[in-house]
T-cell receptor
Framework: AQSVTQLDSQVPVFEEAPVELRCNYSSSVSVYLFWYVQYPNQGLQLLLKYLSGSTLVKGINGFEAEFNKSQTSFHLRKPSVHISDTAEYFCAVSDGSDYKLSFGAGTTVTVRA | GAGVSQSPSNKVTEKGKDVELRCDPISGHTALYWYRQSLGQGLEFLIYFQGNSAPDKSGLPSDRFSAERTGGSVSTLTIQRTQQEDSAVYLC?????????????FGQGTRLTVV
């Protein structure tokens, strides 16, 4: 199974500033990559996913992520954040050997005015 | 059903009591996960069911924790002799096995408080 590392546990950011959340995974021949978001007092929902094709993936709410195979990374970015982006973000990976999803520990993003 | 359903949504129990948490996955989803989310912590994997294969129990924190999945559908997570450190939100998720790269869909969780 994969292991997933989210390098930042807490990311404070000012409104309208850019944000990047880092995610690295253990290497594999083929992987499927996901970012989930958990807004305060809500369940987890899918933000975006990479299966194949273009390495730049666009998701909901203006987020995008770039798959970098050589660096085994899948960093999440947003060029300009809003207060409403305050949430916890989870990176997840599955590989071609089984269907099991492995999650990172999560990154808490706090957007301040 | 339309989504993953978990019950109860909240459970308060006394230390030492047993509790059962229920998860009803999306119809047709043969993979089912249980995770635990403690305050200020990330997602802690507990157990994974995939079809008729033996479950991956590698995340269960102690032998007080067990889970079953009946008929390949509904799952029950049982915690025996609950301790205060068991207080957390327990999340269930399901996904469609057989489709590579399918995402997991999460329920709203059961918030367990052990007093």
């Amino acid at each position: 199974a994969q292991s997933v590392t989210q390098l930042d546990s807490q990311v404070p950011v000012f409104e309208e500033a850019p944000v990047e959340l880092r995610c690295n995974y253990s290497s594999s021949v083929s992987v499927y990559l996901f970012w989930y978001v958990q807004y305060p007092n809500q369940g987890l929902q899918l933000l975006l996913k990479y299966l194949s094709g273009s390495t730049l993936v666009k998701g909901i709410n203006g987020f995008e992520a770039e798959f970098n195979k050589s660096q085994t990374s899948f960093h999440l970015r947003k060029p300009s954040v809003h207060i409403s982006d305050t949430a916890e973000y989870f990176c997840a990976v599955s590989d071609g050997s089984d269907y099991k999803l492995s999650f990172g520990a999560g990154t808490t993003v706090t957007v301040r005015a | 059903g339309a989504g993953v359903s978990q019950s109860p949504s909240n459970k308060v129990t006394e230390k030492g009591k047993d509790v059962e948490l229920r998860c009803d996955p999306i119809s047709g989803h043969t993979a089912l996960y249980w995770y635990r989310q403690s305050l200020g912590q990330g997602l802690e994997f507990l157990i994974y069911f995939q079809g008729n294969s033996a479950p991956d129990k590698s995340g269960l924190p102690s032998d007080r924790f067990s889970a079953e999945r009946t008929g390949g559908s509904v799952s029950t997570l049982t915690i025996q002799r609950t301790q205060q450190e068991d207080s957390a939100v327990y999340l269930c998720a399901s996904s469609l096995v057989g489709v590579m790269g399918t995402e997991a869909f999460f329920g709203q969780g059961t918030r367990l408080t052990v007093v």
